[in-house]
């Protein structure tokens, strides 16, 4: 029983190498957030290291599944963000870590059965701290299993990526999806699917915080700076304030519908002044700036830029 409908092919593909007794010794679970891959990770995992499990699903009430829900198995070790020595939480995984990490892997599992090692978000590892795994990767012990979960996929090392058997969570069909969205109490599934581009979790969360308001925001904010009305640094401020990747998310996706009525002949919902060639472009900007976000440069300035690019 996959946790979320759309898992079910590789839930059920990877249950049946558990059966067989072929599970490979590295998942790479790789996707989009939003897309369930945490908790297709947690109930596999369950179900693994269970003592009695049923066709994969832990029991719930063994030794196992009392010390996972206390958070305190021996056999399962979680690597993620750590702390520097003056107690700040890291922005990536390092060198020290992942050899922690082996050395704990050199001594036996306690319950005679699976050791596993999640590593998430296995896309925040930095260079040395990838080169570091590839060793582990490439010398598994016995009944170990290295699980990585990465959002961007594309930003783990090749040799990192080749080692693993890969299980890629896609944005589910569209009434899926909004099925799912009825079932989980979402009242307007449909503008919520739309604001998340598909992305089912996505818009489960954003339907609860607030965010259709903040789309309907920034398609304001685009067409009175298309009409030469309001302030770009105003703008700014608001879009700073609250999240700036989401609104730059919600930007681009504005964009892309612009571009999508002038083709159809529909209404416009910018009545943006740039051509065709100039609106793509700047739905690539868009995204650059939401990219650059994760780095050093300010905030501020980035949104600045992409809003002086649309005026």
Not at 84 to 109: P, Y
Not at 231 to 241: F, L, S
Request: proline share 6%; glycine share 8%; net charge neutral.
């Amino acid at each position: 029983m996959s946790p979320w409908p759309w898992h079910d092919d590789a839930w059920s593909r990877l249950q049946a190498r558990r059966e067989r007794g072929a599970l490979p010794h590295a998942l790479l679970l790789a996707g989009p957030a939003g897309l369930g891959k945490r908790d297709f990770l947690a109930a596999f995992v369950r179900g693994l290291l269970c003592q009695r499990p049923v066709q994969g699903v832990a029991c719930g009430t063994c030794r196992a599944c009392q010390l996972l829900d206390a958070g305190s198995h021996p056999d399962l070790v979680a690597l993620s963000f750590g702390l520097r020595k003056d107690g700040v939480t890291r922005s990536e995984i390092v060198v020290d870590q992942v050899r922690d990490l082996s050395q704990r892997l050199s001594m036996a599992s306690q319950f005679g059965g699976w050791q596993v090692v999640t590593i998430d978000p296995a896309d925040a590892m930095n260079a040395a701290g990838a080169n570091a795994l590839l060793k582990t990767l490439e010398e598994p012990t016995p009944s170990t299993l290295l699980v990585l979960v990465a959002d961007e996929p594309a930003r783990l090392p090749t040799t990192i990526r080749s080692r693993c058997q890969r299980i890629d969570f896609l944005v589910p069909p569209r009434e899926v999806a909004l099925d799912w969205l009825r079932s989980q109490g979402v009242a307007d599934a449909v503008a919520a699917l739309d604001a998340a581009g598909g992305n089912p979790g996505m818009a489960r969360a954003w339907a609860a915080d607030g965010a259709l308001k903040q789309r309907a925001e920034v398609r304001h904010d685009l067409k009175a700076l298309a009409a030469g009305r309001g302030d770009p640094m105003e703008v700014v401020k608001r879009w700073q304030a609250a999240d700036p990747s989401r609104y730059l998310w919600f930007a681009a996706q504005a964009a892309t519908d612009e571009l999508r009525a002038r083709a159809s002949g529909a209404p416009l919902p910018l009545e943006s002044q740039l051509d065709d060639e100039a609106l793509d472009g700047w739905y690539g900007r868009a995204n650059r700036a939401r990219d650059a976000l994760r780095g050093p440069l300010r905030a501020d300035l980035l949104l600045l830029e992409v809003l002086a690019a649309w005026r």
